[in-house]
Each structure stands twice: as structure tokens, then as C-alpha cells.
């Protein structure tokens, strides 16, 4: 089994959700989270002073799948939320141990 983490644009999280249910992912898990990359930050206008904000505000996504089709959720993922600008945000696929369905005890594949 695998987890892959996606951090994306805010505005795309509809167009990841539609292509991952595309692909046949039955769940997932959606924070919104503030960060930096490369972007450094961003320079606002408020009530007419300029400020800068050192985070940027992003959603994190997490989906646990079947290592079979780790693949195509990350083909997804970066299909969908691609803008093709600077801050479209990242990917990262980790292993997963166990997986338990608290409601039946079921483990592993048959959990997700």
C-alpha cells in the first residue's frame, strides 16, 4: 500500500477530486495547510498598506491505494492540478505499513 501526499493550489482541489474519483479512488483526506517553497512568500495590499506574508496558503491531500495504482493517482494528481506556473505544489508516495478499518477489523487492502 502506498500514501501519496499532493500539496496544490487551493482553486484546483475540485478538478484533483473529479480526476482521482476518475481513477477509482474511493477516499481521501483534505487539510488546508499554509506553506513556502520557492515562492518565498507574497506581497498583499490590505485596507491600503502593502504587506508581505511569508506562508502561502495550499491544500493537502492524502489518499492510502492499493501500490498497483499509486501510478495512476499520481498521473492524476499532477494532470489535474497542473497550472503550469510557479507554487503548483508537490507529490511525495510513501509505503504504508498496516491499514485497519476501525468499524470491522478488516486490514490492509480490504480496509481501503
Do not use: H
Request: proline content about 2%; charged content about 25%; some cysteine.
Amino acid at each position: 500500500m502506498k500514501l501519496v501526499i499532493a500539496i496544490i493550489k487551493p482553486f484546483k482541489l475540485d478538478e484533483v477530486r473529479e480526476a482521482l474519483s476518475g481513477v477509482g479512488v474511493a477516499g481521501m483526506t483534505v487539510t488546508e495547510v499554509k506553506g513556502f517553497g520557492r515562492q518565498k512568500g507574497q506581497t498583499e495590499i490590505y485596507r491600503g498598506a502593502e504587506y508581505s506574508t511569508n506562508m502561502v496558503p495550499k491544500i493537502k491531500i492524502e489518499v492510502v491505494c492499493g501500490s498497483d495504482m499509486a501510478g495512476a493517482v499520481v498521473e492524476a494528481i499532477q494532470a489535474s492540478a497542473n497550472t503550469g506556473a510557479i507554487g503548483d505544489g508537490k507529490i511525495f508516495v510513501l509505503d504504508v505499513g498496516q491499514a485497519v478499518r476501525i468499524r470491522t477489523g478488516e486490514t490492509d487492502d480490504t480496509a481501503l
